[in-house]
């Protein structure tokens, strides 16, 4: 398998880029082997890097999270202290305890929903000081390893792993310098109605078949049919509910219904049958899923803060994303609340997007395909949306969830559809692909389906415009928004490269040319004797606190008629951490 090579020099600047490009064509084959060359180098680039945390968490919830975070793309952890969401009195944390909440993707009943949280609690001696807490994720083998470390007592030492082959977890804990008790208190959530406060599903929890672990299921309510089911088995030779220099293991599987009709009896078939004999090979599977994945590509680059927060994107990525019918939504897989915020779905204007853009230059591209079936199930729903406003083709709201849920609420947007275009526009364009061509088409020709009827040609000008399109969500009757016009841009000029790959809808070639070649350009303004983008063309001139400024720049990427004005746009903008950032015009 060959492997490319770049590397440029500029002003001391030395980029060392290497893709197996190989696995391009092969998408879905993560984890495939990769040449030798490539496993020891990106061996070597990314074992360097760390996420560290020299205490724990706190759990912010709902809008955010704050957590060390495990996965595999299907399930996932976060741990952290127990949570103070916002709005609720303070109250005081107990040292020594640690939050594990546990999720899978397909856990969706209006929004996402957990699977069910254990809270351990170490009584560590209330004379001595406080322990501390000290952890680290290795993102090349994807093991976070901590301590709870008491001045003059007993320390607990944690390793913690998601297998990324099988639906497991395993954590092994010790104690140092004495015996510590703990606890293990398990909830599973009770499904309750906002406004009812009624009840309903199954929140189911035992004792494990054979008396050594725990038991949790959950059902959500009837129209979704989601539940999912947890069990836990400790294995190891020392004491139940006493930690000393015996190593304990805490083995949990999780299996769903969505995945599993009798996901409630296999998965704890499953945990009975586990053997600590079987762990070093389960762990040997789980390394080189992780080793494969990051011999698909490496970067170096001098800068070692930002070439860490590259590598904690894609780990973070390939942690929650590989499921193509449930990706995560705006928090990703984990959440320290069983209400996230926006209900953890798809936010179409930019949000859901934005975090699927690395992907695919670093060669992972079967986790950036990932993004694309909610907005293809989600068609039928689109179509009904154009209708009511008595256009054809598709339009879509500002939220959806999985399997063609949600949505409802544009906000006014009409350009939502267009902007979920903006990944399949960059996977068609790393690979060219007949066959992926095939699959989204139909979602292209319905998006200029739309724009062609919803747009309108100015003969006098001889430009087409866009009228009442917030730029911002309820922003008002806003006239060609330079978002939209650069998303129409893309969609047109990317529908009439795949109707050319695939023979198709020839006849309408010309009107898309006509379109991409008279398609209003985008406004600016003066502002302190340099010239910038506005926003609109008349309508909203800025938006402070966002970047909708420069969307059009990237993600959309095309037709920038004035290149000098994107760095101006950029400066005045001053967004990040109020520096003035210097681009090359």
């Known amino acids: ?180 008790p703990y606890t293990l208190q398990p909830q599973v959530m009770k499904e309750v109605n906002r406004r009812t406060k009624a009840e309903s599903g199954v929140a189911e929890v035992r004792d494990l078949k054979g008396g050594d672990g725990i038991y949790l299921r959950r059902e959500l309510d009837q129209e979704t049919q989601a539940a999912a089911c947890l069990c836990l088995r400790q294995l190891g030779p020392g004491k139940r509910g006493e930690l000393d220099q015996n190593r304990q293991v805490f083995v949990i599987a999780i299996d769903s219904r969505a995945k599993n009709p009798n996901y409630a009896v296999d998965v704890e078939r499953k945990i009975t049958a586990f053997d600590l004999a079987d762990m070093p090979a389960a762990f040997e599977a789980h390394q080189q899923w992780w080793a494969g994945f990051w011999a698909e590509s490496y970067v170096e680059i001098p800068d070692k803060v930002i070439e860490r927060q590259y590598y904690l994107a894609n780990y973070i990525f390939a942690s929650c994303c590989r499921d193509k019918d449930y990706p995560p939504g705006i928090l990703g897989s984990w959440f320290c609340t069983d209400r996230p915020g926006w209900g953890n779905d798809y936010h179409l204007n930019y949000n859901y997007q934005a975090g699927f853009y690395s992907l695919y230059a670093s060669n992972h591209v079967a986790l950036g395909e990932v993004q694309d079936q909610p907005l293809l199930d989600f068609m039928p729903s689109a179509r009904k949306l154009a209708a009511k406003i008595n256009m054809p083709g598709i339009l879509y709201p500002v939220g959806i969830t999985p399997k063609g849920h949600g949505g409802g609420n544009t906000f006014n947007q009409k350009s939502n559809g267009a902007y979920g275009a903006v ?19 139909p979602y292209f020709k319905e998006l200029t389906a739309f724009w062609e009827a919803y747009m309108t040609f100015e003969k006098d000008k001889d430009r087409y415009v866009i009228a009442n399109d917030s730029i911002q969500e309820q922003s008002g009757d806003d006239f060609n928004p330079i978002v939209s016009l650069a998303l129409v841009r893309a969609v047109f000029g990317t529908a009439l490269e795949m109707s050319a790959t695939l023979g198709v809808d020839q006849d309408q070639r010309d009107k898309r040319h006509h379109i991409l070649s008279h398609l209003s350009k985008y406004a600016t303004r003066e502002v302190a004797g340099k010239t910038i983008f506005r926003y609109t063309e008349t309508g909203t001139e800025y938006w402070k606190g966002n970047t909708l400024g420069i969307q059009h720049i990237y993600p959309a990427k095309p037709g920038i008629e004035k290149v000098a004005t994107i760095p101006n746009t950029v400066n ?5 951490d109020g520096q003035i950032i210097t681009l090359e015009s």
């Open 423 to 441: 990944n399949m526009i960059f996977r068609w364009k790393i690979t060219y692909e007949p066959a992926y061509a095939k699959k989204v088409y």
């Open 1 to 180: 398998m060959k492997g490319t090579r770049q590397a440029s020099k500029k002003a001391g600047l030395s980029i060392t880029v290497r893709a197996a490009v190989g696995l391009i064509l092969l998408g879905p084959a993560l984890g495939a082997p990769a040449e030798n060359g490539l496993l020891a180098e990106s061996r070597r680039i990314v074992s360097q890097h760390k996420a560290v945390f020299t205490r724990m968490p706190v759990g912010l919830a709902p809008y955010s999270t704050d957590a060390i975070l495990l996965g595999n793309g299907d399930i996932a952890m976060s741990i952290s202290a127990t949570p103070q969401e916002k709005g609720s009195s303070p109250k005081k944390r107990e040292s020594g305890s640690i939050r594990f909440w546990f999720h899978k993707n397909d856990m969706w009943s209006g929004g996402a929903r957990s699977v069910a949280l254990i809270d351990a609690a170490f009584s560590f001696d209330p004379a001595k000081p406080d322990p501390k807490c000290s952890a680290e994720t290795d993102l090349y083998t994807a093991v976070t390893s901590g301590t709870l470390a008491q001045a003059g007592g007993v320390s607990v030492r944690f390793r913690i792993w998601v297998s990324a082959v099988a639906n497991m977890i395993f954590m092994e804990f010790v104690a140092e310098n004495g015996m510590i």
């Open 572 to 576: 005045l903008m001053k967004l990040w």
